[in-house]
């Protein structure tokens, strides 16, 4: 696994240790398995690219500057495919994100959806899904999973938010559409960190032929306040937040659809699904 050292490399890196999964893990400073700098051609890309090995790349820039975007998002993921090729790696999974899909609609997005990004991060994630694809359509090379990541807790922006104002003892803004009893607020697409784990785990133990695209997210949507509830019951005992007016652009729903994804693995539907996340955070201990 590339990039054991990201926020969502991280996690993968963490419950494959407690689940004893053998995987081997890469960074660029000491503590993984592989000692590699990200140059195909440096010192360590030999023990990264053998033949009939599985990649997971986790190696990527969130950021908003679009060179670096684009260098490590899509020619970095183009040049790691055809060093794959050569090596004849057997299967690489490319991290990809929701983003791509654009802002929400008023059915869970499918894999067979148009890409509409609208983010510098989300354009690079589209290009580099391209550019797979097109990599994919040549004589030879390593089949290749697309996973569209929803949010994963524990490596989300809300539970970052939430422990910066938990910290400094400060109410934080949650989005709420509409007024009185019509109001509500934002559901999004989640994932808890083992369940994270068990669908990366599942799709590199079944592995694509030639290309495929996964959402990667649980079946059950969850509310963003009951989520923080959630937070606050098992993380962050001092969190307090307060209704805001969601701003215009915000979609009140973005829902990925795991049909795809339920061919290659079940996930369990839970009673308090929020509940859930904020407990897998816990117990995992990010």
């Known amino acids: 696994m590339l990039g054991s050292t990201g926020r969502l490399g991280a996690v993968l890196a963490r419950c494959a240790h407690s689940d004893n999964a053998g995987w081997q893990t890469q960074a660029r400073a000491p503590g993984a398995d592989i000692l590699w700098s990200g140059h195909i051609d440096h010192a360590g890309a030999d023990e990264v690219f053998r033949g009939g090995a599985t990649l997971i790349n986790m190696i990527g820039d969130t950021g908003s500057d679009q060179h670096a975007l684009m260098a490590c998002n899509v020619a970095f993921v183009e040049t790691l495919l055809e060093r794959a090729a050569r090596a004849g790696v057997a299967h690489v999974l490319l991290a990809s994100s929701a983003a791509v899909y654009g802002a929400g609609s008023a059915r869970p997005f499918e894999e067979t959806d148009a890409m509409h990004p609208e983010t510098p991060y989300a354009e690079s994630k589209a290009a580099m899904e391209r550019v797979a694809a097109r990599f994919c359509m040549g004589a030879s090379g390593p089949a290749v999973t697309v996973a569209r990541i929803g949010n994963v807790a524990g490596a989300d922006a809300l539970l970052a938010a939430a422990r910066t104002h938990g910290q400094a003892g400060r109410r934080m803004a949650l989005h709420r559409f509409g007024d009185g009893a019509a109001a509500r607020y934002p559901r999004r697409s989640y994932i808890g960190p083992r369940d994270f784990f068990a669908c990366i785990k599942a799709l590199v133990t079944r592995p694509a032929q030639g290309f495929r695209v996964v959402n990667v997210t649980h079946p059950q949507p969850v509310s963003l306040d009951a989520l923080l509830r959630a937070y606050r019951t098992h993380l962050i005992p001092d969190l307090q937040w307060e209704d805001a007016p969601a701003p215009a652009g915000i979609p009140p729903e973005v829902i990925l659809s795991t ?28």
């Open 259 to 286: 049909q795809r994804l339920a061919q290659y693995i079940t996930l369990p539907e839970r009673a308090a699904p929020a509940d859930a996340l904020a407990r897998q955070v816990a117990e995992v201990e990010i």
